[in-house]
């Protein structure tokens, strides 16, 4: 059984960081792509990140320049390190694993989710 679990999460003003980390358990990490995405209240999920076994990743637009995805594949974590964040990156952060389509948040494990929330 694959299990995900985020944590970092937390509230804080703008223009300040956050770092976020998942660990997963009961599979091969080292040979799945993994990824980050966020849904905010009445919004639809977005892929935000990802990341591949061999280090190579991607992040959306909307947060490039602010947000780097990173692997330690002998601690099978990935991480997500939130730099200038903004009001609008307010929302629930999830990690994700088995990259489908990441830049529409399809992965085939989630997990619970972890809260940022950012003040002006």
């Known amino acids: 059984r694959v299990l995900l679990m985020e944590s970092g999460g937390g509230s804080v003003q703008a223009g300040g960081s956050l770092r976020l980390s998942c660990v997963i358990t009961g599979d091969t990490f080292g040979e799945r792509c993994m990824g980050w995405s966020r849904q905010a209240p009445g919004k639809e999920r977005e892929g935000i990140a990802m990341?591949?076994?061999?280090?190579?990743?991607a992040v959306a637009d909307s947060v490039k320049g602010r947000f780097t995805i990173s692997r330690a594949n002998g601690q099978n974590s990935i991480s997500l390190r939130m730099d200038n964040l903004k009001p609008e990156d307010t929302a629930m952060y999830y990690c994700?694993?088995?990259?489908?389509?990441?830049?529409?948040?399809?992965?085939?494990?989630w997990g619970q989710g972890t809260q940022v929330t950012v003040s002006s």
């Open positions: 990341i591949y076994p061999s280090g190579a990743s």
């Open positions: 994700g694993a088995n990259c489908n389509n990441w830049r529409r948040a399809e992965f085939d494990y």
